[in-house]
């Protein structure tokens, strides 16, 4: 069994959406099966700024992240990484998979030029704020949404 970690392709949007819908969070708010999550990833996939990707083993996908690249004028013009959505999909949960996909996307970053990689985490999931913490990650602002 060996995993890579590769760019994302239509075929991999339903296993992906999987993922997302299963936690609590997700199964209130994803909807597997619509058609919108299709649409999303075309514009996702056409965008050089950001990299879909999927943890494969032995052609399942069995984990995901997406990694965004922002270029900005402050702190002299550095790009930045986000890191959003990543999922393990839960029979491979506890066996390191999740750390290699967030050093994978941290490696990414660093090859492609960021001076910084940042990400949120829903506030209740106190787990999620340990694993980051675990892998160099600090709490180090508060982040803001609004509902549109």
């Known amino acids: 069994m060996k995993i890579t970690i590769r760019r994302a392709r239509a075929e991999d949007v339903d296993p992906i959406v999987a993922m997302l819908a299963d936690d609590p969070l997700g199964a209130r708010r994803e909807k597997p099966g619509d058609p919108a999550y299709l649409e999303a990833f075309e514009v996702i996939d056409a965008d050089p700024h950001q990299y879909l990707a999927v943890a494969d083993l032995d052609g399942e996908v069995v984990g995901t992240l997406q990694l965004t690249f922002t270029s ?3 702190r002299l013009g550095m790009t930045r990484a986000t890191v959003e959505a990543v999922r393990v999909r839960s029979d491979q949960r506890g066996n390191g998979l999740g750390a290699d996909l967030v050093r994978w996307a941290v490696d990414e ?3 492609r030029g960021c001076g910084m990689v940042q990400l949120t ?10 694993f980051y913490e675990r892998l160099g990650f600090s709490a180090s602002h508060v982040g803001m949404k609004l509902s549109l």
Not at 121 to 130: G, I, P, Q
């Open 121 to 130: 985490t829903d506030a209740s999931r106190v787990d999620a704020h340990r």
């Open 109 to 111: 970053a660093r090859a």
């Open 72 to 74: 900005g004028l402050s």
